[in-house]
């Protein structure tokens, strides 16, 4: 009888071995698929799901904002909380002025992808800082942070302009893992300074994002996938995918905040919007746009999407 117990317990064992040893192998995989900067990304984006999602090509538009950029940006490095080099493109108005705007770009993209909201914003009346996200453009680092730990670099950007101008009135900006990564700074002890924040498609947690592509792209529950990836995060990035929580986030911010979402994204759904627009205690605004994809509600809304913008920082900033 107690052979036959042994006999069980080893196998209970070398099966749980297994267990551990496949969930780990999973989960670092799927570390690699995701938050690996180094790995190719055209499985995600290729996705049926995901393909028909993608950013528009404005043509003339696009072309001229990318020229006035390349003609008038100068380079602003800064060093993170964990010793990374930061690095920014910085875009002083030849109108004299206080008002910044900070804009963040999405996942596997760069700075020097957002021209075209640059200029937006430069022809409104600011100055424009676009930063690159730490391992994407010519910023260090050796893991996509998903908005987390950008979080605090957003601060330290914040903190950047402060020191060259103290009375600053400053805008916070992003789309895709830009929006989620301003509104994960939302929930920081940020300075007076920053007088509104926007989000156009960010979504609700990494966990529920994650989780959703790991379901559409591989036809695979969260569980136990996710767990296992979160625990590789943690080891590799020194962050669990649980805490990187927009809603949590969103939810302790003193900054009124503009939400805005296509109502045909399939990249980030777009009843993430709901949560987080729920989440705010703040003075807030939802801009829905009918028919646009992942990152296309400009495009899709054309001039209404800026005068939604500008409508609501007028409340704001002076």
Not at 197 to 220: H, K, M, R, T
Not at 258 to 268: A, E, K, Q, W
Not at 284 to 313: M, P, R
Request: hydrophobic letters at 40%; a negative charge; proline letters at 3%.
């Amino acid at each position: 009888m107690k052979r036959k117990y042994k006999v069980i317990i080893t196998i209970v064992s070398l099966l749980l071995v297994l267990f551990v040893v496949a969930g780990f192998f999973a989960g670092n995989y799927f570390y690699n698929f995701a938050l690996n900067p180094n790995t190719d990304k055209s499985d995600v984006f290729n996705a049926p799901h995901n393909s028909i999602a993608v950013i528009p090509k404005d043509s003339k538009e696009k072309e001229e904002s990318e020229k006035w950029f390349k003609e008038n940006y100068k380079d602003s490095y800064i060093q993170s909380f964990d010793n990374l080099k930061l690095h920014a493109y910085t875009l002083k108005n030849t109108n004299e002025t206080n008002k910044w705007a900070i804009v963040f770009h999405g996942y596997s993209s760069e700075g020097s992808q957002m021209t075209k909201y640059a200029k937006h914003f430069y022809d409104a009346g600011y100055n424009v800082l676009v930063p690159d996200a730490r391992a994407h453009g010519k910023s260090e680092g050796d893991y996509i942070g998903m908005g987390w730990h950008d979080r605090l670099d957003v601060v330290s950007w914040i903190n950047n302009v402060i020191s060259s101008d103290n009375n600053a009135e400053i805008v916070l900006y992003g789309v895709s893992m830009g929006g989620a990564t301003v509104m994960m700074a939302s929930g920081e002890d940020l300075p007076s300074n920053v007088k509104a924040i926007i989000a156009d498609c960010g979504y609700s947690s990494v966990w529920d994002e994650f989780s959703y592509q790991l379901q559409e792209i591989f036809n695979l529950p969260e569980f136990p996938i996710m767990h296992f990836s979160s625990i590789v995060t943690k080891l590799r990035a020194d962050f669990t995918l649980g805490e990187a929580d927009s809603v949590k986030q969103v939810a302790k911010s003193k900054t009124p905040m503009l939400f805005i979402h296509g109502s045909n994204d399939t990249f980030v759904p777009s009843d993430m919007l709901d949560e987080v627009y729920e989440a705010a205690n703040v003075p807030k605004e939802k801009f829905i746009v009918e028919g646009a994809g992942h990152g296309g509600a400009e495009s899709v809304a054309g001039d209404s999407y800026w005068e939604t913008i500008n409508n609501f920082l007028a409340k704001y900033v002076e």
